[in-house]
């Protein structure tokens, strides 16, 4: 049965801190919580919205957890992967919890029934599902009369189409809160800069959440990054580097066929290697994923599908053969190594060619025939639209269909009713300019999405400290250089400087970091990274550029602080 309120009955006599602290170590083992936990949890079980930005590894899930078993009612918990959840599922059935159940498309109806079953009778704490399962009006149905106290919303980043992998299906999350009774809502990430982080709390419908940040710096990271002139050398040094250093350890690749040539090679040198890629089998994906935990493979070849969830511990190494697509989805790889506090090494092996193939993938055009055949269907029904009902009717998938709504909806073309429901806003424009609109927000996602690119190249081919260069992206200062990277070690990266300093300073108070600015041509953006004689901006049209300070000098109106909201 569901654990009582801290406020009900006995409970109350006990201080909130010390009956969290209790909580955490008789049904889940842990002596103490990290930093940040017991401030977000005791928010939760006090009725108020969180926002937990932690690094991987810092205990994100424990928040939720604790909190579920403090607080009347389920608890529901928005994953975006099957593994994913299997893993959380997992690790539940090992503590002294009340049962968790699972509803995804994984599973056979007579699990389904148990699952809902289980819910309704009170058995059940925790009910994991992916965003999908959101538009299913069934299941809506079905969460609204359960009761649910508190909803946790995993790899919340996803939800920010400023954010580096965004996932329409989250959008939908925010529309079914009332549905549910408004429970409390948790939003948890490891990559959240400032931008995304305001994202993630508008479109979540966050009532005044407090905001849980820890810092994004993993000190015993090494990061470092080698570059190479041709591919053939690149290949041979990712094989020698990841069969000759100590492991477990993973290699990133951006293609699904170089995933299994580097397993081939490391496996004819000895090592336990699989290649892990969206194109396996389910079951030969889970397989690797098991093994891989269990400490039956040395090394794990993988594209970017391989990571959510992997909490092992001892990962001693993560190498990337090829360029991530942005610095989000690095930090998110890179974070899989040293969860366990001791020294790993995180290197990216570069060619400055291979971000070519990386803008080619964040080039994909909106698809401007299913946005003309949403768009008028949905004028054309002229009242609120179930979308299963436009589904069948289009004969358009979940996500075509999913991907057209929210390109509209974002260029206000089409409004998402409370019960989901699609509908066309009164005095809205012809279907041709709503098209043209929504193809414009998509336009301008692919801007973000390869200057995204382009901050990687920076990061690779900075002479400055890596770690600085890093925490800057997602701004945060980092005072000095780190010591434990690449170009720290080989006296690179800039020593004490005090004209530096200075220089850095004063481009600081002219434009602070996080403040809001509008660019005479760019529009508005954020400030993330002030540097001696530039200053980087995220604009939400154009992504992120870099401005020489010279430039902005000379022109004093190119580029204005909105002090408002500076800060």
């Known amino acids: 049965m569901n654990s ?12 909130l801190a010390d009956l969290i602290r209790r909580t955490a170590r008789e049904r889940f083992d842990w002596d103490e919580l990290r930093p940040g936990q017991l401030e977000a949890i005791s928010a939760l079980v006090e009725g108020h919205d969180v926002l937990v930005v932690m ?11 604790v909190a579920a078993l403090l607080l009347d009612g389920p608890t529901v918990v928005v994953s975006p992967l099957i593994s994913l959840q299997l893993d959380q599922l997992a690790g539940l059935a090992e503590q002294d919890t009340p049962e968790a159940v699972a509803v995804n498309s994984a599973q056979k109806d007579s699990q389904l ?35 649910v106290s508190l909803l946790a919303v995993d790899e919340a980043h996803c939800v920010s189409s400023w954010g580096h992998d965004f996932r329409p ?23 959240a800069s400032p931008p995304v982080r305001e994202e993630v709390v508008e479109r979540l419908r966050m009532r005044e959440p407090l905001q849980v940040v820890r810092g994004f710096d993993r000190p015993n990271l090494e990061l470092r990054v080698q570059r190479f002139a041709d591919e053939r050398g690149k290949r041979d040094a990712v094989v020698d580097r990841a069969a000759t250093l100590p492991g477990p350890g993973l290699v990133y690749t951006a293609t699904r066929k170089d995933t299994e040539r580097y397993a081939a090679a490391l496996a004819d040198r000895g090592l336990r290697a699989e290649a892990y890629h969206a194109g396996r089998k389910a079951a030969d994906r889970q397989q690797v994923h098991e093994d891989f935990l269990a400490g039956n493979l040395d090394v794990v070849v993988a594209t970017s599908a391989f990571g959510m969830g992997i909490d092992k511990p001892d990962v001693r190494f993560v190498l990337h053969a090829d360029v991530s697509d942005s610095l989000d989805s690095y930090y998110q790889e890179i974070g899989r190594a040293g969860r366990d506090g001791e020294p790993a090494l995180a290197q990216l092996l570069y ?25 008028a269907a949905v004028r054309r029904h002229d009242g609120p639209t179930p979308p299963t009902e436009l589904e069948e009717e289009l004969s358009l998938s979940h996500t075509r269909l999913t991907n057209a709504v929210n390109l509209l909806e974002q260029a206000g073309s089409v409004e998402v009713t409370d019960r989901g429901e699609l509908e066309y806003p009164d005095g809205s424009l012809a279907v041709d300019e709503a098209v043209e609109a929504a193809e414009e927000v998509a336009h301008a ?16 081919e900075t002479t400055g400290c890596r770690r600085q260069f890093l925490l800057g992206y997602f701004g945060e200062e980092l005072p000095e250089p780190c010591g434990n990277c690449d170009t720290c070690a080989d006296g690179s990266a800039m020593a004490a400087d005090p004209e530096a300093d200075a220089a850095v300073a004063e481009v600081g108070a002219q434009f602070p970091l996080n403040a809001r600015v509008r660019h005479r041509e760019w529009g508005a953006g954020v400030v993330m990274r002030p540097e001696a004689d530039r200053v980087t901006v995220l604009f939400e049209q154009v992504g992120y550029r870099t401005l020489a300070m010279q430039a902005l000098d000379g022109d004093p109106e190119l580029l204005q602080v909105d002090d408002a909201q500076a800060g």
Not at 4 to 15: D, F, Q, R
Not at 55 to 65: L, R
Not at 445 to 460: K, N, P
């Open 4 to 15: 009582p309120s801290p406020t009900a009955g006995a409970a109350s006599a006990e201080p």
């Open 55 to 65: 690094p991987t590894g810092a205990g994100k899930s424990a928040v939720y957890q």
């Open 113 to 147: 029934e148990h699952a809902w079953k289980e819910l309704h009778a009170g058995k059940a704490e925790f009910v994991f599902l992916s965003p999908e399962q959101l538009a299913n009006e069934e299941v809506v149905e079905r969460l609204a009369g359960a009761g």
């Open 169 to 191: 299906d989250y959008l939908r999350i925010g529309d079914v809160l009332e549905r549910l009774g408004r429970p409390t809502v948790a939003a948890l990430t490891a990559t």
């Open 351 to 375: 060619r400055s060619e291979d971000l070519g193939l990386r803008k080619f993938f964040a080039s994909g055009g909106p698809d401007g025939d299913t946005l003309t055949q949403v768009a």
């Open 445 to 460: 996602r692919q801007r973000l999405d390869r200057s995204r690119v382009e901050m990687m190249r920076g990061y690779a």
